[in-house]
């Protein structure tokens, strides 16, 4: 059963009319209604229904009619309760509550952008409506207080409700068909003024543009004669576009979405996605995104695929603006103004001369708008200040644009392998990608995992059935063609750096092309220094990355792989084909002074409290370091020397753990581009430091370069020299065979030479082979021969150094072969040599050795305090490695002492140490402590 009472009041119960038709009736139903849900006296209701009277009715008069009611209606519908009376109906049986509810919800289905069902609830809400509220049993609304709050309340939201109604018919292009509407509309409500605009709108879109300016005009008399008043500013805007015939109001299908298209299946980010949906969902706290990456890394992708997957959120629009111009210039913002303020309604004639001006307007008209800000390619913070308002935004740009303090920023990185793959998979289709899986992995790093890279390589493959994914990696492995096929039809890798290229300043250019000589991974601030000291700039610029602090303090610079190719693209273009063997040149002049006094602590052979001299480019020999046999590497023209100083032990090696892969690299980059001498000396020099901390993959790795590049360069000497390292590092790897075969060959080319030093070094490192081959008397010979070739010379410097470790290795000897009075004495002068020249590893490791010798006379208190000293050098080195070597030396110590834990706990530290750096030897021999401790397992 419905009760109606916008209009005539009506009872509806299906089909059946059950409307009272006695006039008390109606009048005593009409008051239920106006209180329905509330329970009401007999007092109350007779003094509603004769206000005039004093209560003279009797009350049985009103039971009668209440009864007779009931009768019709029904008990349940009229309730008694306590002697009150209440009409007992919910809510949607009442046309009122029904009205209020479904307009509520055609507003908010409005402002959510949700047309279809706004307009679907309006409309159920106007069908409603039959006229006043009770316009039968109150004619003129003053009989009750009730039926007078009512109208005005109702009529109100009708008005509301017909608005809106209009609103979103003039949005679907319904122009035509509300024109006979609106101006009956203007005629029953003269002063109400949205409807006046939107007959003004309904004319203009239909074609009748003086019909809709006369429109204006009589609205403008009208207020200006009644009431002297002049029309709203939002219908005087509306005017003056009209009358400039501003085609922006023709737009018709809804706020403006001005994004390029979507990126068909965009692929990955998932999390940067949603991050930025979070950054823009709520409206009260609008936020500026930068997102920020290298060239091609998917900013533009990233930030447009955001913004049309959010754009239902934004009822006013999506505004799209491209910041980067023809031929890198940056766009003007105060074009950019220009347009946006069009696209919002202001007349071309209206928008002001000025930036200032401009900005100031743009931010007055979308102060109460919800609007997202789109500003693609952004050069730095004075083009964008401008734009920035109240609404979100989303910058993208190759720089962080720091000067945007209350930015959020989203860097982009390159895509993952999984995502690489997935973008090359959606690209040339899963069948063909499953197929060769191996293939589409070297595919994806070969783009390094740059977005723009992998949908061109995509596009290629698709483009060509008949290719393979290994054809393609195949001809991509050539990287000086890599660049060249790097392109379908339009789209370029090459572009893209071009353009960052291009608007740098000459120093930035220069620098950028002088590190596409290097192959490196990554580079520290002091490499940067050198090739210009514009780093920074590059990093704007989206061609370079700040990749991260080193365990030394310096700043370390990424360059992608591609942006690496483009820029020796341009040095090669630029200043010729030697351009990148004279850039490693003069980069090796500043490594080798570096490295050379880095390396000094670790060998020294002069007072440690004193400070290196920065030295000029040398090779271990003294001679000027040759770039080829004969020919000096003279420095880079222009450059200042750098001076390296340094004495501290840990700080050289901190500095060298941190360069390890750059200088590695720069071996490989030396041996490219021919420079023979320069890779095997910086290989050389790098060997004590990849020893000592076992670094066996790399040291392997330069010392086949350096062995190739000293035959390249017809050094037998030189050949030599490297043979002698790489039996060192046999020895490191215990392939005693291979080292003994390396060091024979390099001694017969030394005594081929006669080279009386050089021998005596091969003959200490044959002897350390010959003892593990377990042909100590053949060490012991070897080794008395090196002994002596020292003993004739100065116990300094090199023949200080030379005969300290002939004292040291063939003390083990006679260590082994059980002469231990002797191994103590030739290891006792070892230690004593090592400490005149202040070499603290090699001090340590001969302690440990004469330790050793101790716990075999069963001297164990010596024995202890042999280790201690050794222990308290490593701490201060920092060198873990040699730390763990002494921990062993105390458990032994404080096994043969009976202090059983005490061991277990020295063994198990020295165990951690081992087992971190691969160390299989000093991990064997730490478990053997722990078997003896009885707890193998500690």
Same mark, same amino acid.
């Given at each position: 059963?419905?009760?109606?009472?916008?209009?005539?009041?009506?009872?509806?119960?299906?089909?059946?009319?059950?409307?009272?038709?006695?006039?008390?009736?109606?009048?005593?139903?009409?008051?239920?209604?106006?209180?329905?849900?509330?329970?009401?006296?007999?007092?109350?209701?007779?003094?509603?229904?004769?206000?005039?009277?004093?209560?003279?009715?009797?009350?049985?008069?009103?039971?009668?009619?209440?009864?007779?009611?009931?009768?019709?209606?029904?008990?349940?519908?009229?309730?008694?309760?306590?002697?009150?009376?209440?009409?007992?109906?919910?809510?949607?049986?009442?046309?009122?509550?029904?009205?209020?509810?479904?307009?509520?919800?055609?507003?908010?289905?409005?402002?959510?952008?949700?047309?279809?069902?706004?307009?679907?609830?309006?409309?159920?809400?106007?069908?409603?409506?039959?006229?006043?509220?009770?316009?039968?049993?109150?004619?003129?609304?003053?009989?009750?207080?009730?039926?007078?709050?009512?109208?005005?309340?109702?009529?109100?939201?009708?008005?509301?409700?017909?608005?809106?109604?209009?609103?979103?018919?003039?949005?679907?292009?319904?122009?035509?068909?509300?024109?006979?509407?609106?101006?009956?509309?203007?005629?029953?409500?003269?002063?109400?003024?949205?409807?006046?605009?939107?007959?003004?709108?309904?004319?203009?879109?239909?074609?009748?543009?003086?019909?809709?300016?006369?429109?204006?005009?009589?609205?403008?008399?009208?207020?200006?004669?009644?009431?002297?008043?002049?029309?709203?500013?939002?219908?005087?805007?509306?005017?003056?576009?009209?009358?400039?015939?501003?085609?922006?109001?023709?737009?018709?299908?809804?706020?403006?979405?001005?994004?390029?298209?979507?990126?068909?299946?965009?692929?990955?980010?998932?999390?940067?996605?949603?991050?930025?949906?979070?950054?823009?969902?709520?409206?009260?706290?609008?936020?500026?995104?930068?997102?920020?990456?290298?060239?091609?890394?998917?900013?533009?992708?990233?930030?447009?695929?955001?913004?049309?997957?959010?754009?239902?959120?934004?009822?006013?629009?999506?505004?799209?603006?491209?910041?980067?111009?023809?031929?890198?210039?940056?766009?003007?913002?105060?074009?950019?103004?220009?347009?946006?303020?069009?696209?919002?309604?202001?007349?071309?004639?209206?928008?002001?001369?000025?930036?200032?001006?401009?900005?100031?307007?743009?931010?007055?008209?979308?102060?109460?708008?919800?609007?997202?800000?789109?500003?693609?390619?952004?050069?730095?913070?004075?083009?964008?200040?401008?734009?920035?308002?109240?609404?979100?935004?989303?910058?993208?740009?190759?720089?962080?644009?720091?000067?945007?303090?209350?930015?959020?920023?989203?860097?982009?990185?390159?895509?993952?392998?999984?995502?690489?793959?997935?973008?090359?998979?959606?690209?040339?289709?899963?069948?063909?990608?499953?197929?060769?899986?191996?293939?589409?992995?070297?595919?994806?790093?070969?783009?390094?995992?740059?977005?723009?890279?992998?949908?061109?390589?995509?596009?290629?493959?698709?483009?060509?059935?008949?290719?393979?994914?290994?054809?393609?990696?195949?001809?991509?492995?050539?990287?000086?063609?890599?660049?060249?096929?790097?392109?379908?039809?339009?789209?370029?890798?090459?572009?893209?750096?071009?353009?960052?290229?291009?608007?740098?300043?000459?120093?930035?250019?220069?620098?950028?092309?002088?590190?596409?000589?290097?192959?490196?991974?990554?580079?520290?601030?002091?490499?940067?220094?050198?090739?210009?000291?514009?780093?920074?700039?590059?990093?704007?610029?989206?061609?370079?990355?700040?990749?991260?602090?080193?365990?030394?303090?310096?700043?370390?610079?990424?360059?992608?792989?591609?942006?690496?190719?483009?820029?020796?693209?341009?040095?090669?273009?630029?200043?010729?084909?030697?351009?990148?063997?004279?850039?490693?040149?003069?980069?090796?002049?500043?490594?080798?002074?570096?490295?050379?006094?880095?390396?000094?602590?670790?060998?020294?052979?002069?007072?440690?409290?004193?400070?290196?001299?920065?030295?000029?480019?040398?090779?271990?020999?003294?001679?000027?370091?040759?770039?080829?046999?004969?020919?000096?590497?003279?420095?880079?023209?222009?450059?200042?020397?750098?001076?390296?100083?340094?004495?501290?032990?840990?700080?050289?090696?901190?500095?060298?753990?941190?360069?390890?892969?750059?200088?590695?690299?720069?071996?490989?980059?030396?041996?490219?581009?021919?420079?023979?001498?320069?890779?095997?000396?910086?290989?050389?020099?790098?060997?004590?430091?990849?020893?000592?901390?076992?670094?066996?993959?790399?040291?392997?790795?330069?010392?086949?370069?350096?062995?190739?590049?000293?035959?390249?360069?017809?050094?037998?000497?030189?050949?030599?020299?490297?043979?002698?390292?790489?039996?060192?590092?046999?020895?490191?790897?215990?392939?005693?065979?291979?080292?003994?075969?390396?060091?024979?060959?390099?001694?017969?080319?030394?005594?081929?030479?006669?080279?009386?030093?050089?021998? %005596?070094?091969?003959? /200490?490192? #044959? $002897?350390? =082979? !010959?003892?593990?081959? *377990? &042909?100590?008397?053949? +060490?012991?010979?070897? @080794?008395?021969?090196?002994?002596?070739?020292?003993?004739?010379?100065?116990?300094?410097?090199?023949?200080?150094?030379?005969? %300290?470790?002939?004292? /040291?290795? #063939? $003390?083990? =000897? !006679?260590?082994?072969? *059980? &002469?231990?009075?002797? +191994?103590?004495?030739? @290891?006792?002068?070892?230690?004593?040599?090592?400490?005149?020249?202040?070499?603290?590893?090699?001090?340590?490791?001969?302690?440990?050795?004469?330790?050793?010798?101790?716990?075999?006379?069963?001297?164990?208190?010596?024995?202890?305090?042999?280790?201690?000293?050794?222990?308290?050098?490593?701490?201060?080195?920092?060198?873990?490695?040699?730390?763990?070597?002494?921990?062993?030396?105390?458990?032994?110590?404080?096994?043969?002492?009976?202090?059983?834990?005490?061991?277990?706990?020295?063994?198990?530290?020295?165990?951690?140490?081992?087992?971190?750096?691969?160390?299989?030897?000093?991990?064997?021999?730490?478990?053997?402590?722990?078997?003896?401790?009885?707890?193998?397992?500690?």
């Amino acid at each position: 059963m419905e009760f109606r009472i916008m209009g005539s009041l009506q009872v509806q119960d299906g089909a059946r009319d059950r409307t009272p038709t006695a006039p008390k009736h109606r009048d005593l139903l009409a008051v239920f209604v106006l209180n329905a849900r509330r329970p009401m006296t007999l007092a109350r209701l007779r003094g509603l229904l004769w206000p005039r009277e004093d209560g003279d009715r009797s009350d049985s008069l009103l039971r009668g009619y209440i009864g007779r009611l009931r009768q019709s209606l029904g008990k349940d519908v009229i309730t008694t309760t306590s002697g009150t009376y209440m009409l007992a109906i919910e809510e949607d049986r009442l046309d009122v509550h029904r009205f209020r509810r479904l307009v509520e919800r055609g507003l908010r289905s409005a402002r959510e952008g949700q047309d279809d069902q706004a307009r679907s609830h309006l409309r159920e809400a106007l069908d409603l409506w039959r006229g006043p509220v009770l316009e039968d049993v109150d004619p003129d609304g003053h009989r009750w207080v009730e039926t007078t709050a009512l109208r005005e309340e109702l009529e109100e939201l009708r008005l509301l409700a017909v608005e809106r109604s209009v609103d979103l018919d003039l949005k679907a292009g319904h122009h035509r068909e509300l024109v006979p509407d609106l101006r009956q509309l203007t005629r029953w409500h003269p002063t109400w003024q949205r409807f006046h605009g939107q007959y003004m709108l309904a004319l203009y879109r239909s074609g009748r543009r003086v019909e809709a300016l006369e429109a204006y005009t009589r609205l403008r008399e009208a207020l200006d004669e009644g009431h002297a008043l002049e029309p709203d500013p939002a219908l005087q805007l509306l005017y003056h576009r009209m009358l400039h015939d501003d085609v922006s109001l023709h737009v018709s299908a809804g706020p403006p979405v001005l994004l390029p298209y979507d990126v068909a299946h965009f692929t990955g980010r998932q999390d940067l996605l949603e991050r930025l949906d979070r950054l823009t969902a709520d409206p009260a706290a609008p936020a500026t995104v930068v997102v920020h990456g290298q060239a091609g890394a998917g900013k533009s992708a990233l930030a447009v695929h955001a913004a049309w997957r959010g754009r239902d959120r934004f009822a006013d629009g999506v505004f799209y603006a491209d910041l980067r111009g023809d031929h890198g210039r940056p766009v003007d913002p105060g074009a950019v103004l220009s347009d946006f303020l069009r696209w919002l309604g202001c007349p071309a004639q209206a928008v002001p001369a000025t930036l200032e001006h401009r900005a100031r307007l743009f931010r007055a008209y979308t102060a109460d708008r919800r609007l997202l800000l789109l500003l693609d390619n952004a050069a730095d913070e004075g083009q964008v200040r401008p734009l920035l308002t109240s609404c979100p935004a989303f910058v993208t740009s190759r720089s962080a644009l720091g000067g945007l303090t209350d930015a959020v920023r989203l860097p982009v990185d390159v895509l993952g392998d999984d995502d690489a793959l997935e973008v090359l998979e959606v690209l040339i289709g899963p069948e063909r990608a499953s197929a060769e899986r191996p293939a589409m992995v070297r595919l994806g790093r070969i783009c390094g995992g740059l977005p723009i890279a992998l949908r061109i390589a995509g596009a290629r493959l698709a483009a060509r059935p008949a290719w393979t994914v290994e054809h393609l990696v195949g001809l991509l492995d050539d990287e000086h063609l890599r660049l060249d096929l790097l392109h379908s039809g339009d789209q370029t890798v090459r572009s893209v750096y071009s353009i960052g290229y291009e608007g740098l300043p000459d120093k930035a250019r220069r620098m950028l092309r002088m590190l596409g000589a290097i192959s490196a991974p990554d580079f520290a601030d002091w490499v940067a220094a050198h090739f210009g000291g514009e780093a920074e700039t590059l990093v704007d610029a989206g061609l370079l990355e700040t990749h991260a602090i080193d365990v030394a303090g310096q700043v370390r610079y990424r360059m992608h792989d591609l942006t690496r190719l483009y820029a020796r693209e341009q040095l090669i273009a630029q200043s010729g084909e030697n351009a990148v063997r004279d850039t490693l040149i003069g980069l090796l002049s500043v490594v080798m002074t570096r490295v050379q006094a880095s390396r000094f602590p670790l060998l020294s052979t002069g007072p440690a409290d004193q400070p290196l001299p920065a030295t000029p480019l040398q090779g271990l020999s003294g001679d000027p370091l040759p770039g080829r046999p004969g020919h000096p590497l003279p420095a880079r023209p222009g450059s200042r020397s750098q001076t390296f100083v340094t004495t501290d032990i840990r700080t050289s090696v901190t500095w060298l753990l941190a360069e390890r892969d750059f200088l590695t690299g720069l071996v490989e980059d030396l041996h490219k581009a021919g420079l023979w001498d320069g890779a095997r000396r910086l290989a050389h020099l790098l060997v004590p430091f990849l020893e000592r901390h076992r670094f066996l993959d790399a040291w392997r790795h330069i010392g086949e370069l350096a062995l190739d590049a000293a035959r390249q360069a017809g050094d037998p000497r030189a050949e030599a020299l490297v043979l002698r390292d790489l039996g060192d590092l046999h020895r490191a790897e215990h392939r005693w065979d291979r080292a003994h075969e390396r060091l024979r060959l390099a001694l017969s080319m030394f005594l081929r030479a006669g080279a009386a030093k050089d021998i %005596a070094h091969t003959r /200490r490192r #044959l $002897g350390q =082979v !010959l003892l593990e081959l *377990g &042909r100590p008397a053949d +060490a012991e010979r070897n @080794l008395t021969a090196c002994l002596a070739t020292f003993d004739g010379h100065p116990s300094d410097g090199e023949n200080g150094r030379g005969a %300290a470790e002939a004292h /040291r290795a #063939l $003390g083990i =000897v !006679l260590h082994r072969t *059980g &002469r231990l009075d002797e +191994a103590a004495a030739h @290891l006792s002068t070892a230690v004593s040599l090592l400490s005149g020249l202040r070499d603290r590893h090699g001090q340590a490791d001969a302690l440990l050795d004469l330790a050793s010798v101790r716990m075999s006379q069963e001297l164990v208190s010596e024995a202890r305090t042999l280790g201690e000293q050794a222990r308290g050098i490593a701490v201060r080195l920092g060198d873990r490695l040699l730390d763990a070597a002494a921990l062993t030396t105390l458990a032994e110590v404080n096994l043969a002492e009976g202090a059983v834990d005490r061991a277990g706990e020295l063994a198990g530290e020295a165990l951690e140490i081992f087992q971190s750096v691969a160390d299989d030897r000093g991990r064997s021999r730490a478990l053997d402590i722990l078997r003896r401790t009885g707890n193998p397992h500690r």
